[in-house]
Nanobody, 114 residues
């Protein structure tokens, strides 16, 4: 019955910022690692960032220093703060549990223009 809902995407110019949110109302949310992924046109879905149940974080080198993942277990939400966006960040962004995934949500589109 878990339905992942991502929001916060949009069109932004290079160097701008966006904050993405994910609501994951699963019963075991607080016990799960959660992550953000992205998929650009013609590309495979790729890992972006991960946060453990105790809020330890890991970000892919491509976004390190620019993106920050966080979570609020009380609200069952995961956030991705994106700064200094680049055109190559353009993709549909998804959240999910790690390593065992729920059904994927619809994602939220991030488009970065030059």
């Amino acid at each position: 019955q878990v339905q992942l809902v991502e929001s916060g995407g949009g069109l932004v110019q290079a160097g701008g910022s966006l904050r993405l949110s994910c609501v994951a109302p699963g019963r075991e949310f607080s016990n799960n690692d959660m992550g953000w992924y992205r998929q650009a046109p013609g590309k495979r879905r790729e890992f972006v960032a991960r946060i453990t149940s105790s809020s330890r974080t890991l970000t892919d080198n491509s976004v390190k220093g620019r993106f920050t993942i966080s979570r609020d277990n009380a609200k069952h939400t995961v956030t991705l703060e994106m700064n200094n966006l680049k055109p190559e960040d353009t993709a549909v962004y998804y959240c999910n549990s790690i390593p065992v995934h729920y059904d994927w949500g619809q994602g939220t589109q991030v488009t970065v223009s030059s």
